[in-house]
């Protein structure tokens, strides 16, 4: 895989992960031009585009969508369900996931989806195995905080 | 702002995104990050010490930042710091915000990497896969030094946790395709393989990843992964559904390692070892099977999984391509799919079937199903899959079907989207030509292409269908007569001008004994056709009739009326004049044995690679078309101008019929990579003969150039450097925006002088230029393409802003009517007073219709084009190139590649470029080197450059890198800009 977006259907990019070395100018270019090609696609089209030399697949779950670009040998079909093991990961962390969910908690977004895809290579496709190791560090954060002031929270100390 | 459900909960995070989200406009967005910003600027320059947790919320709001996409340009210390936090989540920030922002400041690299050596040498998994997931994310060269020794022997040691194991694999696969040097297996390889039989899964399917990609590379020292892979998809492929618990997908037995090892056994040959190879066919049998099963479960989930593996398996069938009875299978699985609920299974048996339509044993099966494609074509609601079918199509063709295949495409054509005419088109024409078995249907087929699409019909196919009639005489005279009678439409497509102008000219002889085609009739109808078409055409047009003389002696004196006429020996074309008046005393002065021998007919083309096949392949890359098609041979360009190659008395002709670089060849070439052919040093010829021709010889020409003399005009002209030979209408109110494509129009003529500078429906505007020390003259030919006149013509060429203090500008007036069809010239004068960026901009008026007609473009006239070669020795470039070593005296640039990197075209365009190109002077023969002086009339600007190719770099592209160093910072700059959109 060569990278992953995730963008609501306004076009905002929500997450974004990058798995080829380019520059902050070509990711930007290459996010325009693919939320923009992904958008303008109706619904019942194929969740597949020829792009470049690359695969775009995508779908969308309520009001974002997860696209990724793979190499032209890859499967198509099991990238569409790499997308949906992600969401369904995302979902039982969260607790039905919503976009605000992953606005909010990004970095929780992407630590998840570390612990799934490392190199752009599925590294653990069982649920529980993942959702394992990000509970393990949140126990691991949970013991090492101690309660703050809502004052100092927010920044005002 | 939602209750934050897990994990640590930075309150002062959450307000911030609130704060951004309810942000109304983009400038409130703004302001309140540079407000954030400004605030952890100050927090982290402040006195107080900052906690962990404090230190860890910034680095995160600066990620977000970032990630809005805002640039970031402090807190990378910060963030380095987290990573030698003993708290998890500090660590875990740290690292976030190193994989997202990588910097290549050697410093923090230095100290990244120290921490990532303290994580991975800590024996706490959960810190070791955090430090071998930035390495992963990161997958820099710098990493891949420290590290690449290290992973292996963590991902074979037997105390390593699994899931460790699993982030090592990755780890390395990524270090290995960015620096595959360092990723050195040795004697960890059998170990590595052995990790395909690992109890756990998730390392198997990570670790499968790797050894795929290894295996690619070095197949011998890995082919011992062909058995275990074999066994452990055996295993997988048999267990019910549960056994594999949680790695169970929808009922389906762990689907990606499935998919992996069946993608890693298309790395190799079909196993040789009868046993394995009996186990495999097994598998591939199973999964056939269980494709046909009515499903477990109804969610799409299930049955995308279970096909993922079904497709992938295919793919390996097709791979070995020795096993009839599973491809046959395969076949009709696809089958079943090609009238599927699901758009996206269509989708994907149309792509496996075009594969499969390559196999000997399975073609036939695939042709059984060339209704359902044809209507797949005909009704599919998604482009990208009629897309696919098409393809299918293409693929499936064969002399049994290609009458109904042509057929269907050509009538598709008619309705088919923008997007895919050209490739539809190329396809028709080459499965027209590949299957013909009668050579009258594929003419009549061409002539239906141009007919339909004529817009889409690119060069290459017109000079086959010629190229083809020319080597075949048993078509010759049928070809005559449908080109004679297609021609006969009130509106015809200027390609079917062209193809009968040639035809006739060659072969109107033989209809020309019925007295509906008599040699005059055929003359009247072509040149019926003349006033409409464009430059070239009638060029060809021309020498149609200096070959119908030839034929038919009793058209010769209504042709020399023609040619006689003004309109063509004083036409203002320089190519048309030229064309008319030669052959206009050709005809006259030539006896009859001679001339028959000047315009003797066409010999036959030598065989080569059809040139659409090429230009199709050049498209699609290598794999659009099917082997045997590629094995006919490498060359490309089988084009028409082998004719002009041959030389001989008719060289002249066939030179300019065939589109060889001449100068109107070049006009029309904004098709054909216009540099290249424009660049090439017969152009450059042919355009000093048409100055002399024209009767400005060297000498007159630079007398001619004066530096335009201070007028006091000028000074109450509105307009910035307003020439005062402009009409006093047209002095433009508004300083005129160009045209938006005007940068990347002025940017093709940075390495050439002459060519199209602009065209569209109604106009089409054509540049000469030449240039000598700072002085410069450029002719504008503006040519209306319609048959309405152009009333109030009026051009302005304006300097803006400070470009008025550094060029001097001269435009003589233009006629203010143009005839429809017609084309008038206009010179201007250029004089470099001192170095410049911008471009004079050129603005035209005009009614057409009564709709006035306004648009602006960039005159391409750059710095560049006022370079004297200077040739020296290697010693003396470098001596010069340190001589220049102010920072300010250089730019550079590294770009990626726009086109293939050919060393030829690269010469040509740096010799177009104005420089003198260095040969022996670069110790690297891969690099070119030039230098060349800047005249201007305030100072000389020396300038050097280097450009060095990259075709291998990093990330699989090709790169340059383009140094330029100058005396002067601004010469340096703008040349850098120039060149970098050139390759």
């Known amino acids: 895989m060569q990278f992953m977006l995730l963008f609501s259907r306004q076009g905002k990019l929500r997450l974004q992960k990058w798995y080829a070395p380019l520059s902050d100018t070509q990711k930007k270019k290459i996010s325009r031009e693919v939320i923009q090609m992904v958008l303008a696609r109706k619904p019942k089209m194929c969740s597949f585009l020829e792009w470049r030399d690359l695969k775009i697949v995508y779908k969308r779950y309520a009001s974002l969508y997860f696209c990724c670009a793979v190499e032209d040998q890859e499967n198509e079909l099991i990238t569409l369900e790499i997308i949906h093991r992600y969401v369904e990961l995302l979902d039982k962390y969260f607790g039905s996931v919503c976009e605000l969910d992953i606005i909010f908690n990004f970095e929780k977004a992407y630590y998840i989806l570390d612990e799934f895809i490392l190199g752009g290579e599925a590294q653990e496709t069982s649920k529980k195995n993942v959702l394992k190791a990000i509970e393990q560090a949140d126990m691991l954060q949970e013991e090492a905080e101690t309660p703050r002031s809502v004052l100092e929270e927010i920044g005002l100390t | 702002m939602p209750a934050v459900s897990k994990g640590d909960g930075m309150r002062g995070l959450a307000v911030f995104i609130s704060d951004i989200r309810n942000c109304k406009s983009k400038e409130a967005e703004i302001k309140r990050i540079n407000k954030e910003l400004a605030n952890i600027r100050s927090k982290f320059k402040g006195d107080k010490a900052l906690d962990g947790y404090s230190k860890k919320k910034y680095v995160c709001k600066l990620l977000f930042i970032f990630l809005l996409g805002h640039d970031i340009d402090f807190g990378h210390m910060e963030a380095v710091n987290l990573l030698s936090s003993n708290k998890y989540t500090e660590k875990q920030i740290g690292y976030l915000f190193i994989s997202v922002l990588v910097n290549s400041n050697s410093e923090l690299i230095r100290l990244i990497n120290n921490a990532i050596k303290n994580d991975l040498s800590s024996r706490n998994p959960t810190f070791m896969c955090l430090a071998l997931h930035c390495i992963a994310n990161v997958g820099s060269r710098e990493m891949a030094e420290a590290f690449a020794g290290e992973i292996p022997r963590i991902l074979v040691a037997g105390d ?19 620096s595959p040097d360092l990723v050195l297996m040795g004697e960890w390889t059998s170990r590595v393989v052995h990790l ?51 790695y169970t997908y929808y009922f389906v037995p762990a689907p990606w390692l499935s998919c992996k090892l069946l993608r890693l056994l298309q790395c190799y040959p079909p196993p040789e070892d009868g046993a394995v190879k009996g186990r495999l066919v097994e598998c591939l049998e199973t999964i056939l099977n269980k494709a046909q099963e009515p499903p477990k479960s109804k969610k799409v989930q299930h049955s995308n999984a279970k096909n993922a593996i079904l497709f992938e398996a295919i793919s390996l069938i097709i791979h070995y391509d020795s096993e009839p009875n599973l491809l046959v299978r395969a076949c009709n699985q696809l089958g079943q799919f090609l009238q599927h609920r699901e758009t996206n299974l269509r989708y994907l048996a149309l792509e496996s079937m075009c594969t499969l339509a390559s196999s000997e044993f399975s073609h036939e099966a695939v042709k059984t199903h060339i209704e359902t494609v044809i209507n797949a074509l005909k009704t599919e609601r998604d482009v990208s899959v009629r897309q696919r079918a098409a393809d299918l199509l293409y693929a499936m063709c064969d002399r049994s079907n290609a009458k109904q295949i042509v057929a269907e495409m050509l009538s598709y054509l008619e309705t088919a989207d923008y997007s895919i005419r050209e490739e539809m088109v190329l396809k028709v024409a080459i499965l027209a030509e590949k299957y013909a078995v009668d050579y009258s249907w594929y003419v009549d087929t061409i002539l239906n292409l141009i007919r339909i699409a004529g817009d889409y019909v690119s060069e290459e196919v017109w000079y086959r269908v010629i190229q083809i009639v020319i080597n075949r005489d048993d078509v010759q005279g049928y070809a005559a007569k449908t080109v004679f009678e297609a021609l006969q439409a009130p509106a015809c497509h200027e390609n079917m001008v062209k193809v009968g102008g040639y035809i006739l000219g060659e072969f109107g002889n033989l209809i020309a004994g019925d007295p509906r085609s008599s040699p005059l009739v055929q003359f009247n109808l072509l040149h019926s056709k003349f006033h409409l078409c464009s430059v070239p055409t009638r060029a060809l047009l021309l020498s149609a009739y200096i070959k119908f003389i030839n034929l038919f002696p009793e058209t010769k004196s209504t042709i020399q009326e023609v040619l006689r006429s003004d ?24 006896s009859t044995d001679v001339l028959a021998t000047v315009l003797e007919e066409m010999p036959p083309f030598p065989e080569r690679e059809s040139s659409i096949l090429a230009k199709l392949k050049k498209k699609k890359g290598p794999g659009a078309v099917s082997v045997n098609e590629l094995e006919e041979g490498k060359r490309e360009g089988g084009e028409l101008n082998g004719g002009g190659e041959r030389g001989g008395d008719g060289s002249a002709i066939a030179a300019s019929n065939a589109s060889t670089p001449s100068p109107s060849a070049d006009l029309l070439g904004l098709r054909t990579g216009p540099p290249v052919t424009a660049a090439a040093p017969s152009a450059g010829s042919l355009l000093v003969d048409v100055f ?24 109450l002209a509105e307009g910035p450097g307003d020439s005062d030979s402009a009409p006093p209408s047209v002095v433009s109110e508004d300083p005129a925006t160009p045209l938006p494509e005007s940068n990347e129009l002025l940017n093709k003529f940075v390495c050439k002088n002459n060519g199209v500078l602009f065209e569209n429906q109604l106009l089409q505007i054509g540049i000469k230029s030449e240039y000598r020390q700072n002085l410069g003259r450029m002719y504008l030919f503006y040519g209306n393409k319609t048959s309405v006149q152009f009333v109030t013509f009026t051009t302005t060429v304006t300097c803006p802003g400070e470009l008025q203090s550094q060029l001097n500008v001269q435009s003589k007036t233009v006629e203010p009517l143009i005839e429809g069809g017609a084309q008038v010239q206009q010179v201007i004068n250029i004089e470099c007073l001192t170095d410049f960026t911008d471009a004079p901009l050129l603005n035209i008026k005009f009614r057409y219709g009564g709709a006035l007609q306004n648009l602006t473009l960039k005159l391409p006239v750059t710095i560049n084009k006022f370079f004297q070669p200077t040739e020296m020795a290697s010693h003396d470039f470098f001596q010069r190139w340190k001589q220049l070593s102010q920072p300010q005296q250089e730019a550079q640039k590294i770009f990626k590649a726009n086109n293939a990197m050919d060393t030829e075209v690269l010469k040509a365009k740096l010799l177009g470029l104005g420089m003198a190109l260095l040969e022996n002077v670069d110790p690297n023969p891969e690099n070119f080197v030039c230098a060349g002086v800047i005249q201007t009339k305030a100072q000389q600007v020396g300038s050097l450059l280097r450009l060095e190719p990259n075709a291998q770099a990093q990330s699989g592209e090709q790169m340059y890198r383009l140094t330029v160093r100058s005396s002067k910072d601004t010469v340096s700059k703008r040349l850098c800009e120039l060149l970098a959109e050139q390759f």
Request: charged share 25%; glycine share 2%.
């Open chain 2, 196 to 246: 395909l039989n690992d109890q756990h899964m998730g390392v198997v399917t990570a670790a499968i990843s790797l050894i795929t990609c290894l295996s690619q590379k070095n197949p011998d020292e890995f082919k011992t992964c062909v058995s275990l892979a074999v066994s452990r998809l055996s295993r997988i492929v048999s267990s019910a559904s549960t056994d594999l618990q949680d």
């Open chain 2, 160 to 178: 390593t946790m699994d899931s460790v194991k699993q982030s090592a694999a990755l780890c390395l696969l990524r270090l290995y395709k960015t």
């Open chain 2, 567 to 590: 309109s063509q020996i004083r036409n203002s074309d320089v190519e048309l004049q030229q064309r008319a008046v030669e052959y206009l005393k050709l005809s006259s002065i030539a």
């Open chain 2, 692 to 715: 002399s021709e024209a009767g400005v010889n060297d000498d007159g020409f630079l007398r001619d150039l004066e530096p335009p003399t201070e007028s006091s005009d000028s000074l």
